[in-house]
Nanobody, 121 residues
């Protein structure tokens, strides 16, 4: 069974930084796009950033210039470097990836369980 596990969340003051990691494990044949989503209290889950297998990136306007998504294909890991954090960034951050397993002929979207990021003074 394929799993995504996020780490690196926590409490940080406004203007601070955090680096989130998400590692995929299991019977992975291939991973295409990986991304980060977030869900704030009372809000719908929203896209934060995505990165293709070749490194092409997309960012939500709200985080562009502050967040950087990257990946290490050898480690099946995606990262989210978050700088200049704002209280509005407070949310549960979820890792997402399109993963093809050895037992499947197609990619399926897989979600992590989320990691809490709280930006507060």
């Amino acid at each position: 069974q394929v799993q995504l596990v996020e780490s690196g969340g926590g409490l940080v003051q406004p203007g601070g930084s955090l680096r989130l990691s998400c590692a995929a494990s299991g019977s992975i044949f291939s991973i295409n796009v990986m991304g980060w989503y977030r869900q704030a209290p009372g809000k719908q889950r929203e896209l934060v950033a995505t990165i293709s297998s070749r490194g092409s990136t997309n960012y939500a306007d709200s985080v562009k210039g502050r967040f950087t998504i990257s990946r290490d294909n050898a480690k099946n890991t995606v990262y989210l470097q978050m700088n200049s954090l704002k209280p509005e960034d407070t949310a549960v951050y979820y890792c997402n990836a399109g993963i093809r397993t050895y037992s499947s002929s197609y990619y399926s979207m897989t979600w992590g369980q989320g990691t809490q990021v709280t930006v507060s003074s």
